[in-house]
């Protein structure tokens, strides 16, 4: 029971994304990205396989690429935004099972897994739903807002270039 | 923060520069659910952490070879913890055989996380102190090293071997029963003379065939009394004696001559103390018993050839070390300089006998017979000969004990050379 749980959730959530992907792509009939969603799968698929960290981080770049040109193609964001936070969600636990590569049968150990599981879905499923919610807004964004979201940007930008420092 | 972090933070930077280029808020609204995961990956990352740590193994004094369980237990006295990573270092000549030494686990209060490895390791004295462990969010986004103290220590022995026979000719014996004849008459079982009667003597003592000869008098027989001796290892772990190679040292055959000698010379009943000089010396007083052999084990466990370049170490060693005429075992692969203090032990009444692990046979196993050193160390052979010939003159009893064969063979054939 315990080592099937985590399997199914991971292939449910990839069949999702790929539904969501696959729907979105068709009604706006973009060949070219579905043809894209094809490849970067198959990233994933090899990262996932050999358990290359690299790889599965491209692949996530990838496919968020994908659902933005996707979104910029025409297709149904709110589709898009699924499809993103799925793939996110199984990019994590795959990324999750490769620092667990010599985990033992122990239940601590089982814990962490399943309380990661549970917090994964908990904060990936409640930023979807806010996002989805916020179709339904028609809002005009304040200055205040506008601020916020710049200094996050320029914070962004300060990590980066701290992270190129440092490696 | 890890690169983790820094990772999702230039996705999020990138999805929202797309956003503001093209205008489109769909494209920012991507970014919620990665915004939510880091927020939530901060709120739950742990504030106050106590954690404390012990560890058991199966036991603390081993040899060469035997496998030990290690037991690391983590035991949470404080809130939960959504993850605990703990990695266990491993020594140089430690070799895991079973189990794992690393584990990520969740931790609730007063909870314990154990951590089962069995390992295999050198000769050598293996000391943990302090355990660094990560802590974090469930995510693995925001962590924090601890540093946590799980103190143990564990000895691993050199491979034992057990040596029949090394027989002894002590100079001076202590008053103490023991395996050594002391040329003075008294309980054995080496006959050593006739006397007159004594009050008090027993029955089974009486020479007969003598008394018979003599009817108004008894005699008695009397048999030379076997003595404890006091013996002093000396062991050499100079660097400029003892090669070094990649796979192995000629430090470790002397170890395995240290160990093998004073387990024998225990085990006879004699007392026994210890002195390795190197870089600096290790010592153990004269004993005698199996806590005597447990010491000189230890001793010989932490024992590591030295770094420095020192020749002169044995020159300078205080002789008053050992007890005065107590018979020295000097184990060492011996260098010219040594003969002036070999000579000065024998002048200050010493027995020594010295057993010296071949170097140049040691040197001859690692290199290939094409090597062009190999002329050169047949050289630098022939001068070593000429050395322990030299030792030999100063009446010491000389084992050259090539590595390449049993210790015992060596010591059985020295009386032959």
Known sequence: ?167 | MTSKINFLLLIVLGLLIVALMSQNGAVALLTIPIVFYIAAGFVLSPKNISLNATRKMSSFRCTKGEPVIMVLTIWNSGNAIPYLSVCDPIFENQTIIEGITEQSSYLDANQTAELHYTFQASRGRYIWDKLTVEVGDPFGLFTKEVVISAPAMLSVYPEPIFLKKFPIHPGKTLRAPGPNLSRLPGHGTDFWGVREYHQGDPLRQINWRLTARHPQQFFSKEFEREEMADIGILLDARSVTNYHFIAESLFEYSIIAASSIAQYQLKVGNRVSLLAFGDHLRQTFPGFGKHQLVKILDQLAACNPAEKDTIDTLQYIPTRLFPGESSIILISPLCPQDFDSIRRFRAEGYQVQVISPNPFRFLLKQLSKSDPNIFAIRTARLEHELLLRKIKQLGVEITDWYVDQPLENSLMGRHKR
Request: glycine share 4%; with cysteine.
């Open chain 1, 1 to 167: 029971m315990k080592t099937l749980f985590l399997p199914i959730i991971f292939w449910c959530m990839f069949f999702c994304s790929t539904c969501f992907f696959t729907l979105g792509f068709v009604l706006s009939n973009n060949w070219w990205n579905e043809l894209a969603l094809l490849i970067a799968q198959l990233l994933f698929f090899i990262g996932d396989r050999y358990q290359n960290i690299r790889i599965l981080d491209s692949s996530l770049v990838v496919l968020l690429c994908t659902a933005i040109s996707g979104i910029l193609m025409g297709a149904q964001p709110a589709l898009m935004i699924a499809a993103a936070a799925c793939v996110f969600f199984i990019w994590d636990m795959s990324r999750q099972q490769h620092f667990m590569k010599n985990k033992t049968d122990d239940h601590t150990t089982w814990a962490f897994e399943n309380n990661h599981t549970k917090m994964l879905a908990i904060s990936v499923g409640s930023g979807l739903f806010v996002s989805e919610a916020s179709f339904l807004l028609q809002i005009t964004i304040p200055f205040g807002l506008i601020f916020f979201i710049v200094s996050g940007v320029l914070f962004c930008l300060f990590k980066f270039f701290q992270l190129i420092k440092n490696s």
